[in-house]
């Protein structure tokens, strides 16, 4: 598990560094951070489940209020527009998506880590 965590650590501290020309990096950089710093935790086995299901519940009101948006992409016909970079700018849709996707991804490590922590 230690190896999994470091990776977990890893890729969010990647992904947080790329947000720096998001168009809100703060909020972007402290969400992936978050993450970065609950992996590196579950690496010595230190789960704070409090902190776990508090930020996952924060992260599933935020990706509520995007739902809309990627439920747009789900419905558009060309589904290729999420990595092109000049969609982001023709569709708010495209980003909120990308936004979604990323809390998707966190809400998937936080459960493994909340999982993880009911065994102690």
């Excluded at 230190?46 to 935020?62: E, K, N, P, Q, S």
């Excluded at 419905?75 to 000049?86: I, M, N, V």
Aim: charge should be neutral; include cysteine; proline fraction near 3%.
């Amino acid at each position: 598990m230690k190896i999994l965590n470091f990776i977990f650590a890893i890729l969010f501290l990647v992904f947080a560094f790329v947000q720096i020309n998001d168009p809100d990096p703060a909020l972007w950089i402290l969400i992936y951070g978050n993450m970065a710093v609950l992996s590196i935790l579950a690496m010595f086995k230190i789960h704070f489940r409090i902190w776990i299901m508090v930020t996952a519940g924060l992260y599933i009101i935020y990706a509520a209020i995007l739902a809309p948006g990627a439920y747009e992409w789900f419905q558009s016909p060309d589904k290729t527009l999420l990595f092109d970079d000049l969609a982001k700018m023709q569709n708010l849709y495209i980003e909120e998506t990308r936004e979604f996707l990323g809390l998707v991804i966190c809400l998937a490590v936080l459960t493994f880590h909340f999982l993880r922590s009911k065994r102690g």
